[in-house]
């Protein structure tokens, strides 16, 4: 009965334990009321067949222009062909790295007020670099590789990067398409954007907007080269707090021929969870689900990378910890260790009586 005891002891101390570590917690819906908040989105993808010089990140709200006080921390990491790491992470700026042309220009002095000449004249103040044939009335001069590609695409010619395209490979694309090519590539780390309807995706190639529509310099590769298949490390909206699941952690998905566009649409919810000792942590759970969209030229409809669309919920969850203290936690297990001994005490003395009932019945009988 001893053995039974210290059994029965332990299992009931760890069951407390485990709901003084784990404790139940309760939930309620509210209306969510703020309209200035940020949400922070993590994210950790892997594109074993996509280098790091053709991968763009970048974030638009839900009107297609690119996202205002977007605060970010994002890293690029090269891998080689076995998914290995190749040097150091590169820190990666959210949107286009290709200067625009305003900034090729030179700028004015500060202190000469004289100067006020337009961009249109500045321009045909500078070099006038060659469109190679797609010169047009709007576009006479190609100065860098995106006034290139533009004038390429009213033209309706498709545009391939080759080293006789001076601005491309003055810009030094060219290099680096060829440097990595075969090579993989790990995009983490976070962006903090308005809490507001919007997406961020992964781009081959350079963001830029036209027609009101991202579309994505595909750098003149055919559509098949641009195998988009990719790893989900990681995808959270906001803190890490207990008892969330994130849906598109360790996701990954495999394209074996051809391009693609892949779509996840996240439906985010607001969720405020307080601790045992009153401290407030606002994150967010969502829900997902996901298309593919198969593109096969470059005149269909979409473009090849991944996109994540959110949308918020108004309706905003509250997580409370309603376990019990250290106190509580320690008086249960007093409470524990009495009891079991009370009872097992009570236990022990009956079955005593018992047994020295029938050790006397036998002895009368016996003689």
């Known amino acids: 009965m001893s053995i039974v005891a210290c059994f029965v002891m332990l299992f009931l101390f760890f069951y407390e334990l485990t709901d003084y570590w784990y404790p139940p917690t309760r939930d309620t819906l509210l209306v969510e009321t703020k309209t200035d908040a940020k949400m922070k989105i993590n994210f950790d993808f892997t594109f074993p067949n996509l280098g790091c010089s053709v991968v763009n990140v970048d974030a638009m709200d839900i009107s297609g222009k690119k996202q205002k006080d977007v605060a970010h921390n994002v890293f690029k990491r090269r891998l080689d062909k076995f998914g290995k790491q190749i040097g150091y992470h590169e820190k990666h700026e959210i949107g286009s790295t290709i200067k625009s042309t305003d900034e090729l220009l030179e700028k004015p002095k500060p202190n000469d007020p004289s100067d006020n000449r337009t961009t249109h004249q500045k321009l045909k103040e500078v070099n006038c670099g060659s469109c190679y044939g797609a010169e047009s009335d709007d576009i006479k001069c190609c100065n860098t590789c995106e006034e290139v590609r533009e004038a390429y695409r009213k033209k309706g010619w498709s545009f391939a990067v080759k080293n006789n395209i001076r601005q491309c490979s003055r810009e030094g694309f060219v290099d680096a ?25 992964f781009a081959p190639g350079t963001g830029f907007r036209h027609a009101h529509a991202t579309v994505a310099d595909l750098f003149g590769f055919t559509l098949k080269k641009w195998n988009v298949t990719h790893v989900v490390n990681e995808l959270s909206f906001g803190e890490p707090v207990p008892g969330r699941e994130n849906p598109l952690d360790g996701t990954s998905k495999v394209l074996l021929k051809g391009t693609g566009m892949y779509q996840y649409y996240a439906k985010v919810v607001p969720t ?21 969209r198969r593109i096969t030229s470059a005149h ?8 994540v669309f959110y949308d918020l919920s108004p309706i905003k969850v509250k997580i409370v910890e309603e376990g019990s203290r250290l106190s509580g936690f320690i008086t249960s297990i007093c409470a524990i ?10 236990l022990d003395g009956v079955v005593n009586q018992l047994f020295s009932g029938r050790q006397r019945s036998a002895s009368v009988l016996g003689l």
């Open 272 to 292: 405020d969870y307080i601790y045992r000792d009153g401290s407030t942590v606002e994150t967010n759970q969502y829900s997902i689900t996901d298309h593919f």
């Open 337 to 346: 260790v009495g009891g079991i001994f009370t009872v097992m005490s009570l």
């Open 300 to 307: 269909a409809r979409g473009l090849p990378g991944v996109f």
């Open 177 to 201: 398409v060829e440097q990595q090519r075969g090579e993989g590539c790990k995009v983490y780390g976070y962006i903090q954007v308005p809490k507001v309807a919007g997406n961020f995706h």
